[in-house]
């Protein structure tokens, strides 16, 4: 049973809008919530995280919005870029357990120019 | 060499073969990881280490055996594989594994084929 879902498998953008990612989770322990994004032949990197005691975290161009009675997180982009076409991992863990993060399947973003 | 690296970047062999993936960090960190991904499914954990011993294995077929010298290598060794092994493996290594959920870096990845 995936514990951390991301159902768009896919996402495609107009350079300059928005993009919103969606991510939801099962686990009602999770407290810590990560963003990955992987370009082709590299490995993910780190984008932004969010703590549970909080409902959003801004980083320039990114935004990650937690919703924490519907198990639900968002990443917006704004204003996508043709650069942020990759994929991106949504992530999640329980911090005060020392578990090790659980990965969602991943949505690939296309920012078309 | 800088962050994580991983050889080799692509492997092709046969299921009796025996071969082995290299991970190394320099980034002075003392947990690190297996991952793989497999297409159209999640990430899934197969190892971790802290401090050069084992801490985690999340219920992986014993043709995948992990060995970690010291802090800053990690191979993976695979014998008699089987076609659905197929996928990417991705190495990654975190300050410690206590802020693991901090933010791990990972490698490139060594797509992994097993005909």
């Known amino acids: 049973d995936q514990q951390v879902k991301q159902n768009s498998p896919s996402l495609s953008v107009q350079e300059g809008r928005i993009s919103i990612l969606n991510c939801d989770y099962t686990n009602s322990m999770f407290d810590y919530f990560l963003w990955y994004k992987k370009y082709p032949a590299e490995g993910p990197t780190f984008l932004i995280s969010?703590?549970?005691?909080?409902d959003k975290n801004e980083d320039g161009r990114f935004t990650v919005f937690l919703n924490k009675s519907a198990k639900h997180l968002s990443l917006h982009i704004v204003p996508s870029q043709p650069g942020d076409s990759a994929v991106y991992f949504c992530a999640a863990s329980v911090r005060s357990g020392n578990t090790p993060l659980v990965f969602g399947k991943g949505t690939r973003l296309s920012v078309i120019a | 060499e800088t962050g994580v690296t991983q050889t080799p970047r692509h492997l092709v062999m046969g299921m009796t073969n025996k071969k082995s993936l290299k991970c190394e960090q320099h980034l002075g960190h003392n947990a690190m990881y297996w991952y793989k991904q497999s297409a159209k499914k999640p990430l899934e954990l197969m190892f971790v280490y802290s401090l050069e011993e084992r801490v985690e294995n999340n219920s992986v077929p014993s043709r995948f055996s992990p060995e970690c010298p010291n802090s800053s290598h990690l191979f993976l060794h695979l014998h008699t594989l089987q076609p659905e092994d197929s996928a990417l493996y991705l190495c990654?290594?975190?300050?410690?594994?206590?802020?693991?959920?901090?933010?791990?870096?990972f490698g490139p990845g060594t797509r992994l084929t097993v005909l």
């Open positions: 969010i703590s549970s005691i909080k």
């Open positions: 990654a290594s975190s300050q410690d594994q206590v802020r693991a959920v901090n933010e791990q870096f």
